[in-house]
């Protein structure tokens, strides 16, 4: 006779197998990350700066604050998150948000320590860039982490009102300048008085982040943390 479960979950395997969780490779039933990415896994290791969200070595703001109190991130922009985060971005592998939102809360639980978020909220994309790519992986990376760490999920909060030119096609210096009077909070009395946790893909400058910030503070928000799932390293930029 066969061993009760044991088909059904054989055949579970057979329609779903388990994949790397950051390359999507199928593997073995029990594992969780291919050999080959786990050997390039680049974890930023808390404490880690709170205003640029990168190690002691890999500090890119000198201690140069920004509008928001904070930002963290469990990854560096590199080797498996790489792959992980381009596969949510550029593939729809939307699954991909789920694991990277775990990480996320990881981070965002040590990093902020006990200052408790009311709100998750993330940087927006234009309607002609929706349309273009047909989501917001930002977006789904804050829904996933507002599941992860139970606070409210502000989804269409922050809008962007027009369109910009590519953040990475500019200048450093030319950040900023390219984002004001850009994004705007669709709801203000939603985030009145609240800690609002500001969720990203990818943290460059902070330049982005700190203009949403800008808004969000403008419009009567008490304080913000930025959460991203990787931020660059200075050499990757
Ligand atoms: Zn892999
Ligand atoms: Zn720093």
Request: with cysteine; net charge positive.
């Amino acid at each position: 006779m066969a061993k009760e479960n044991s088909l059904p979950r054989h055949i579970a395997y057979l329609l779903f197998p388990r994949r790397c969780c950051y390359c999507g490779k199928v593997l073995p039933p029990h594992d969780e990350a291919c050999g080959e990415c786990l050997a390039a896994v680049s974890r930023i290791e808390q404490p880690a700066c709170p205003h640029c969200g990168r190690a002691a070595q890999e500090c890119v703001c000198r201690g140069h604050k920004n509008l928001y109190t904070a930002v963290a991130a469990p990854y560096y922009y590199e080797g498996a998150a790489r792959k992980c985060i381009r596969r949510l971005k550029f593939s729809g592998k939307t699954a991909c948000a789920q694991f990277l939102a775990r990480e996320m809360a990881i981070s965002a639980r040590s990093a902020f320590g006990q200052k408790a978020v009311d709100i998750a909220v993330y940087v927006p994309m234009s309607k002609k860039e929706i349309k273009a790519r047909g989501y917001n992986q930002s977006r789904y990376l804050a829904r996933a982490v507002s599941r992860e760490l139970s606070v409210e999920f502000g989804d269409g909060l922050l809008v962007k009102l027009y369109e910009t030119r590519a953040q990475r096609t500019l200048k450093a210096g030319e950040r900023s300048g390219n984002l004001a009077g850009v994004f705007d909070v669709a709801e203000p009395g939603r985030i009145r008085g609240k800690t609002v946790l500001l969720c990203d893909d990818v943290i460059t400058t902070g330049a982005t982040l700190n203009e949403c910030a800008r808004m969000l503070l403008l419009s009567g928000a008490d304080e913000v943390l930025c959460l991203a799932a990787a931020a660059t390293k200075m050499k990757n930029r």
